[in-house]
């Protein structure tokens, strides 16, 4: 069972919502996440993908204001070459 993210739900709603208007849901590998959303998957804290971003384990950009955005595609290939357990 996987979780889903506060970025997931949106846009899950947002493809409900598409009747009489035309909406562009991204492709998964143009969605951004937050550090604390991204952290979520890892089940660390939101420093760690800070961290992690900086030293480029994770691949990541910064919004114009600076802020970071972590590529949700990168979170998943991330995951899938991970055999740690918690």
Same mark, same amino acid.
């Given at each position: 069972?996987? /979780?889903?993210?506060?970025?997931?739900?949106?846009?899950?709603?947002?493809?409900?919502?598409?009747?009489?208007?035309?909406?562009?849901?991204?492709?998964? /590998?143009?969605?951004?996440?937050?550090?604390?959303?991204?952290?979520?998957?890892?089940?660390?804290?939101?420093?760690?993908?800070?961290?992690?971003?900086?030293?480029?384990?994770?691949?990541?950009?910064?919004?114009?204001?600076?802020? @970071? @955005?972590?590529?949700?595609?990168?979170?998943?290939?991330?995951?899938?070459?991970?055999?740690?357990?918690?």
């Amino acid at each position: 069972m996987s /979780e889903v993210t506060g970025t997931e739900q949106r846009f899950q709603a947002t493809e409900r919502k598409r009747r009489n208007r035309r909406v562009y849901v991204l492709p998964e /590998e143009d969605i951004l996440l937050t550090p604390a959303e991204a952290a979520v998957y890892f089940k660390v804290d939101p420093k760690t993908m800070v961290k992690w971003a900086d030293a480029g384990k994770i691949r990541s950009t910064r919004t114009l204001g600076g802020h @970071r @955005r972590i590529y949700l595609a990168a979170v998943k290939e991330a995951l899938a070459g991970a055999n740690v357990t918690r």
